[in-house]
Nanobody, 125 residues
Framework: QVRLVESGGGSVQAGGSLRLSCSGS????????MGWFRQSSGKEREGIAA??????TYADSVKGRFTISQDNAKKILYLYMTNLKPEDTAMYYC????????????????????YGQGTQVTVSS
C-alpha cells in the first residue's frame, strides 16, 4: 500500500517562498513516478510538477518558479515554491503512480494514482 504524508504548507505573502515535503515508502522506487498536484476551491485537481528517474517536468503555470526534487535515501519528495502568487492558493497533494509527467504545458497521470492527505498553501496579496 502506498502511503504519502505531506507537510510544509502555510500562509505567505505574494512573492514569498515555501517548501513542501512528502514522505513515503515508495519514493525512489523505479516503478513509480512522483508528482505534485493542487486543487483550489471550485476547480479540478491539476498536476503541476513531476519527477521520473530524476528528470523533472512542470506545468506552464509553475515553470520557472517551482522546483521538484527527491531524496531517495530519505524517501522524501520536495516542492520548493518561489515567487508565490495569490492564484497559487490551493491544497497541495503529493502523488505516486506508474506514470506522472508534464508535457506541452500540462501534467498527465496514469489512472492508478495515489495521493497524500494534502497540505494547504495560502498566498495573500
Amino acid at each position: 500500500q502506498v502511503r504519502l504524508v505531506e507537510s510544509g504548507g502555510g500562509s505567505v505573502q505574494a512573492g514569498g517562498s515555501l517548501r513542501l515535503s512528502c514522505s513515503g515508502s515508495h519514493i525512489g522506487y523505479s516503478t513509480y513516478s512522483m508528482g505534485w498536484f493542487r486543487q483550489s476551491s471550485g476547480k479540478e485537481r491539476e498536476g503541476i510538477a513531476a519527477i521520473d528517474r530524476e528528470i523533472p517536468t512542470y506545468a506552464d503555470s509553475v515553470k520557472g518558479r517551482f522546483t521538484i526534487s527527491q531524496d531517495n535515501a530519505k524517501k522524501i519528495l520536495y516542492l520548493y515554491m518561489t515567487n508565490l502568487k495569490p492564484e497559487d492558493t490551493a491544497m497541495y497533494y503529493c502523488a505516486a503512480g506508474p506514470m506522472i509527467k508534464c508535457s506541452g504545458g500540462y501534467c498527465y497521470r496514469s489512472e492508478e494514482i495515489y495521493y497524500g492527505q494534502g497540505t494547504q498553501v495560502t498566498v495573500s496579496s
